[in-house]
């Protein structure tokens, strides 16, 4: 008599456990990259097929959000090292390395001091502005208000004017 530990599983359960194992390398590959086309590469799995099991695993939904998060880190924390720490760019002479510049990421910092201060944060409203756009106001409320009448009051007019 054989032992049925060792018999092959049926086939229902044997894709059950390759999705698993193919998600949870979606997974890995995801949390190191933030990316998901990468991430479906990797793991051999097809993007529609990915967004399909997020949608109808409330599970996997959640560990695809916290592989997301894991990588914003991962990102947070280059972006934090490339601003304070810096690093060193060769110099070249001649076509010769003759030494190094130490350098640090303006931009980063700034971004970093926004996300952390609310005292650096910009007040922006998104209006939109004709369909695909973004027109961005960096004032308050009460401008960005005012700033949608005058784009509606101008499609009004082209509207009219049969534009």
Known sequence: MTDQRFQTPPRAYASSFMADA?????????????????????????????????????AFKQAWAEALQVAAGTLEDEARRRAVDGWEEPVYWDGKLVGTIHRHSDRLLEMLVCGYSERFRVDRQEIANAPGQQLAVETGSIQAAQRIAVVLQEGLRAVRDGR
């Open 22 to 58: 193919l998600r949870r390398i979606f997974l890995k590959t995801l949390a190191e990259t933030g990316s998901v086309k990468f991430a479906v590469k990797i793991a051999g799995l097809h993007k529609s097929s990915i967004y399909e099991a997020r949608q109808k695993n409330l």
